[in-house]
């Protein structure tokens, strides 16, 4: 993988190529989502409220990485933003708040992030760089493949700050670590990244 420059957004309908995944999102995949929208939906709600606390909890972990608080200030805003409109849209559905279990995927891939400092700071950013970097590929084919046009525009209007997000993680690896560790790193979370894909799981998710 090449990371000289932040990655761009795809043109509209094709499928983005992510430059932080070693493997595209399985076809099937697409074919579960549409047939369990209203589960996707109430997923997707979980995973904007989860990538809030991520980003304030690291904060609250490294209190005093001034650019790395500000940075993740934004992210935080902008997820719990975007949770409330995807809770619009269940409203809109009929779809109640509910718990849904998780799959493996995050639980996994956190399970990758080392103890010791400084490593488990690079770790825990480049995990949540490669979770939304998923997380743009899988709502642009949402927006893409999804029949009901307005719910389409909705998703392809999060496209955008999906992409800013993940490029703000690698920024913030790269302005803590030098280049070389970052993308080696990189390399070996984004293997186990798409290995966890590598066969659809039974439950429709965002990341399943």
């Known amino acids: 993988m090449t990371h000289s420059t932040l990655p761009t957004d795809a043109p509209e309908q094709a499928q983005p190529t992510i430059k932080f995944l070693q493997q595209p999102t399985r076809p099937d995949w697409i074919d579960q989502a549409l047939q369990n929208l209203d589960t996707i939906l109430l997923d997707h709600s979980h995973c904007e409220r989860k990538a809030a606390g991520v980003a304030v909890n690291m904060m609250f972990r490294y ?104 490029g703000a993680y690698w920024v913030l690896a790269t302005t803590y670590f030098e280049v070389d560790e970052v993308t080696a790193r990189l390399q070996e979370l984004a293997t186990v990244e798409s290995e966890l894909l590598a066969t659809l799981h039974p439950h429709p998710r965002i990341h399943s």
Request: proline letters at 8%.
């Open 63 to 166: 209190p005093s990485y001034t650019k790395l608080v500000r940075t993740l200030t934004a992210i935080a805003r902008e997820e719990l933003e975007h949770f409330e409109l995807v809770n619009q849209w269940l409203d809109r559905r009929g779809i109640a708040l509910a718990p849904l279990p998780a799959p493996p995927y995050g639980s996994k891939l956190s399970a990758q992030v080392r103890r010791d400092e400084p490593e488990r700071l690079l770790d825990m950013l480049l995990v949540s760089g490669l979770i939304e970097a998923r997380s743009h590929e899988r709502l642009g084919l949402l927006a893409q493949h999804l029949p009901d046009p307005e719910l389409a525009k909705f998703y392809r209007s999060l496209m955008a700050s999906e992409a800013r997000h993940y």
